[in-house]
């Protein structure tokens, strides 16, 4: 019977997380140490009666709390926070809608631990997982009852890289982001982040219940 020589059975046993512990360190090890970052997204979006939404862009992240998904499809359609206020740009309708971070209940505002310390055993109560290959799906139960999602499913690579994020609502809705071209520690120049309205679009500032 043939034999791994002894530094492959070493790599494959670095490369591949024995237990479910080992892989939700390894993504906070890496998103803690990432201080900007760029990735294409594809997003896909299921509602109502089984309608299915896809589009796709770039998504800038910068500590403290700022975020960026500039789509290319829709074109100028635009999701920006600068750490204290959501920006949410539609461009079929010209219309701006501004709230508060910690008010939205957008589908996406669970990706916003990226931002933070990322602390899995502080933020869900409950975990289920499977491994198909390399990859790792890791479904995480939040412990905030009045959080606005039901739970947030994790993809993972062995290095901890997040390839999934699929977060479903409490109303069974979904909204999936698929990321690839991830550079970590790049220049992100801090104009992205500031926000000014386009010409001729209605700006609309939501509030939350008091």
Do not use: C
Request: proline share 6%; charged share 25%.
């Amino acid at each position: 019977m043939a034999h791994l020589p002894l530094i492959s059975l070493i790599l494959l046993s670095a490369q591949s997380p024995q237990s479910l512990s080992d892989i939700l360190k390894r993504i906070e090890q890496r998103y803690n140490s990432t201080v900007t970052l760029r990735s294409e997204f594809e997003q896909t979006m299921s509602i109502a009666q089984g309608r299915r939404i896809t589009e796709r862009g770039t998504l800038y992240l910068r500590k403290p709390g700022q975020m960026r998904w500039e789509y290319a499809q829709p074109q100028g359609k635009l999701f920006l926070t600068d750490a204290k206020q959501i920006y949410y740009v539609t461009p079929s309708a010209r219309r701006v809608e501004v709230s508060e971070m910690k008010e939205s209940g957008d589908l996406r505002a669970p990706l916003a631990f990226l931002l933070g310390k990322l602390d899995f055993a502080r933020d869900f109560n409950r975990f289920e997982h499977s491994q198909t290959g390399t990859q790792w799906k890791v479904r995480a139960f939040p412990k905030n009852q009045k959080s606005p999602y039901e739970y947030v499913e994790f993809y993972a690579e062995p290095d901890g890289r997040l390839a999934v994020v699929s977060v479903t609502g409490k109303d069974s809705s979904s909204m999936s982001y698929a990321f690839t071209s991830e550079q970590r520690n790049i220049p992100v120049a801090a104009t992205l982040f500031q926000f000014k309205a386009p010409a001729g679009y209605e700006v609309v500032t939501l509030r939350g219940e008091p």
